[in-house]
């Protein structure tokens, strides 16, 4: 598949994000998480922008949920494709973002 070293070569250029790792998914796993979704041709060259999918699963999820992502952590393809920087953009401000609470007990 395409995405999946093509995404990875943010690996190479020193992109980490913390305490997540880039999978990617194939056949069933694949068609659950992206419905509908095919995979670019293997023969369109390297530099053309990607228009690849991208979903940020947490580690631990069930395995019954873990496909149905909320829309939030779920990026769809694009017919014009994306840039690696606009990958990088969208992870940063969706899967690196958590939440914290305080609680104070009196």
């Not at 990607?50 to 873990?66: K, Q």
């Not at 017919?79 to 920087?85: T, V």
Request: aromatic share 12%.
């Amino acid at each position: 598949e395409r995405c999946a070293p093509s995404i990875q070569t943010l690996y190479d250029e020193g992109f980490t994000m913390y305490g997540r790792d880039f999978i990617s998914v194939e056949g069933e796993a694949s068609n659950a998480i992206f419905p509908g979704w095919s995979p670019p041709p293997t023969d369109v060259p390297t530099d053309v922008p990607l228009d690849c999918p991208v979903a940020c699963i947490e580690r631990g999820v069930e395995r019954s949920v873990a496909a149905k992502t909320m829309p939030q952590f779920h990026l769809e393809a694009r017919s014009e494709g994306r840039s690696l920087q606009e990958y990088k953009d969208w992870v940063f401000s969706a899967c690196q973002r958590v939440e914290q609470g305080f609680v104070n007990y009196l």
